[in-house]
């Protein structure tokens, strides 16, 4: 069973600085099978990037998705305030597929 | 517009079956598959499962053991997830998502239903 770790649980930062969100995995996984969504309270998650660092559809350039083997990483330059959300990683066709979970809360 | 229209908040008590649909508009129905994530109260997202629209292939996490069922009905673009021998830590939002696998690139669930939460009690 592949794990899927996300650190840190919870990111505080103020809109402005960058972020940097780490996804690392188990065991070395395919790229093209990760991807980074967010949530925000009360709403469905958004794909932000598949593949490890494409991003989705309407998706801004400030997020960028990089990484390979066991450690991803999510970076969001610039924060704006609909970014403060819920993030989580998930690599297709691992059981379970999602991380935990990173919180980016405004500090 | 693409859209995922689920149905609405059901209530069920322990021992019940739920049946949940996720219509499908906007895009060619079986082109894609359907991913079923569910969200307990203050909890991450738990995938339970997936299933091709076209073929009607499913896979599901072991976590159910044989309580879930995934469908699809092409002629009305509808997917449906039913579980069954509900208990209360079944109480969530349930959520079905589109995805897309080509056999070497995942797309990822692009498109997300708006939720139905489903609450378990006696």
């Known amino acids: 069973e592949i794990v899927l770790t996300q650190s840190p649980g919870t990111l505080s930062l103020s809109p402005g600085e960058r972020a940097t969100l780490s996804c690392r995995t188990s065991?070395?996984?395919?790229?093209?099978?990760l991807t980074w969504y967010h949530q925000k309270p009360g709403q469905a998650p958004r794909l932000l990037i598949y593949?490890?660092?494409n991003r989705a559809t309407g998706i801004p350039g400030r997020f960028s998705g990089s990484g390979s083997g066991t450690d991803f990483t999510l970076t969001i330059t610039r924060l704006e305030p609909e970014d403060f959300a819920v993030y989580y990683c998930q690599h297709y066709a691992t059981t379970p597929p999602f991380g935990q979970g990173t919180r980016l809360e405004i500090k | 517009q693409v859209h995922l229209v689920q149905s609405g908040a059901e209530v069920r008590k322990p021992g019940a079956s739920v049946k949940v649909s996720c219509k499908a508009s906007g895009y060619r129905f079986i082109n894609y598959g359907l991913s079923w994530v569910r969200q307990a109260p203050g909890q991450g997202l738990e995938w339970m499962g997936w299933?091709?629209?076209?073929?009607?292939?499913?896979k599901n996490t072991q976590n159910f053991q044989g309580r879930l069922t995934m469908t699809t009905d092409t002629s009305t673009n509808t997917a449906y997830m039913e579980l069954r021998s509900l208990r209360s830590d079944d109480t969530a939002v349930y959520y079905c998502?589109?995805?897309?696998?080509?056999?070497?690139?995942?797309?990822?669930?692009?498109?997300w239903g708006h939720g139905t939460t489903v609450t378990v009690s006696s």
């Open positions: 593949g490890a660092s």
């Open positions: 998502a589109r995805d897309r696998f080509n056999g070497s690139y995942y797309f990822g669930m692009d498109v």
């Open positions: 065991q070395s996984v395919t790229s093209s099978y």
């Open positions: 299933i091709s629209a076209y073929v009607g292939k499913a």
